[in-house]
């Protein structure tokens, strides 16, 4: 796989409002990832697995959808590359949703209480707040994003002269009167901020002159570790210029995240709270004892392919967490092309 080139704006938008209507679905639900032209073999899958009956009509829906799409997909980019589905049952009717997009996500197929969008979260950071802060030494804007949407916005200003007029005070006491009100300024700004980021992934600032760096300065370790300079951007830019730059420093995060869980594991291998094959980790998931499963976003190109699926419903249905690795130099590094890995809570015999 290919090193994710970024989604559109458009489709990233197009994805949002569909996960958006999926997060409604308060019932237990099958979902089913595949990729494009695989529908045929998605359908011999689902009738292979036996589930119990509520699940079983659910899957014969799925079946008929995927009948229909192969033809026609429904899809939120110019190319598709995998088609969604989601199927649950509600006042005793079987609905379903999909919808196609041009990302290379990996092969799903489980049931779980909701509907698992964990793959759609990662190239899109739906899960998290960002911040946005646009500000020059007079005025400043705050919006906190949740996915495409701007949940929460404060617009902070202060009157400040930009020339020393004659007369009056100095040039000099000017000059530090004005900076002393403008420090006191980002302090207020930093205070909102404070207040907006609860659990924000990323606070992204922007705005013209040096505004940014010396609010940055003003900012507490905490806030500005995870503050990013966005270039380009002020007052004027247009939302969807906005939404490239987030998806942009999106795409960034997510990268540095994988590697994070990358270096973990290759930390904690030396405390034996690591396993690498399939049928130890398959065992262990069972147990409850894996913390995080790491898989290959191509698995379902290798023999292991059904059991690895097991796993992953196994896992969704625990409190194990799940990342999905697409850099083809970790999971060459790793050797994640026919197995999964496992970070553990606990060792295991």
Same mark, same amino acid.
């Given at each position: 796989m290919k090193n994710n080139p970024e989604i559109s704006s458009a489709e990233w938008l197009a994805l949002n409002q569909f996960l958006y209507e999926v997060k409604q679905i308060d019932a237990a639900c099958v979902s089913v990832y595949y990729p494009y032209g695989k529908g045929q073999q998605t359908i011999s899958l689902l009738q292979d697995t036996k589930r119990k009956e509520p699940f079983e009509k659910i899957e014969s829906e799925i079946e008929k959808r995927i009948t229909k799409l192969k033809e026609n997909p429904s899809s939120a980019g110019k190319f598709t590359k995998t088609i969604c589905i989601f199927g649950w049952i509600k006042n005793g009717k079987v609905h379903t949703k999909e919808i196609g997009t041009s990302k290379k996500l990996p092969y799903v197929y489980m049931v779980s209480k909701k509907p698992y969008i964990k793959p759609f979260r990662d190239i899109l950071k739906t899960n998290y707040d960002v911040l946005l802060v646009t500000l020059d030494q007079k005025s400043a804007r705050i919006q906190k994003f949740h996915g495409s949407k701007i949940i929460q916005e404060a617009r902070l200003r202060i009157d400040l002269r930009g020339r020393h007029r004659k007369g009056g005070q100095s040039q000099g006491r000017f000059l530090r009167a004005r900076q002393t009100k403008i420090h006191v300024f980002f302090k207020k700004v930093a205070n909102k901020v404070r207040n907006l980021d609860s659990n924000s992934e990323l606070i992204l600032l922007g705005g013209v002159g040096p505004a940014k760096t010396e609010f940055y300065d003003v900012l507490d370790s905490e806030l500005a570790k995870k503050c990013r300079f966005v270039q380009n951007l002020n007052f004027s830019t247009g939302i969807n210029d906005v939404y490239k730059k987030i998806i942009h420093h999106l795409y960034i995060h997510r990268r540095k995240h994988v590697t994070g869980i990358i270096a973990q594991y290759e930390e904690l291998v030396k405390n034996g709270l690591t396993a690498k094959r399939n049928d130890v980790i398959y065992k262990a998931l069972e147990s409850g004892a894996v913390d995080t499963l790491i898989v290959s976003a191509d698995y379902h190109i290798n023999s292991q392919f059904t059991k690895i699926m097991k796993m992953l +419903?196994?896992?969704?249905?625990? &409190?194990?967490? $799940? +990342?999905?690795?697409? &850099?083809?130099?970790? $999971?060459e590094k790793l050797k994640i092309h026919d197995s999964v890995l496992a970070i553990l809570r606990y060792r295991i015999k």
């Open positions: +419903e196994i896992a969704k249905n625990t &409190s194990c967490k $799940i +990342e999905f690795a697409a &850099s083809p130099k970790i $999971i």
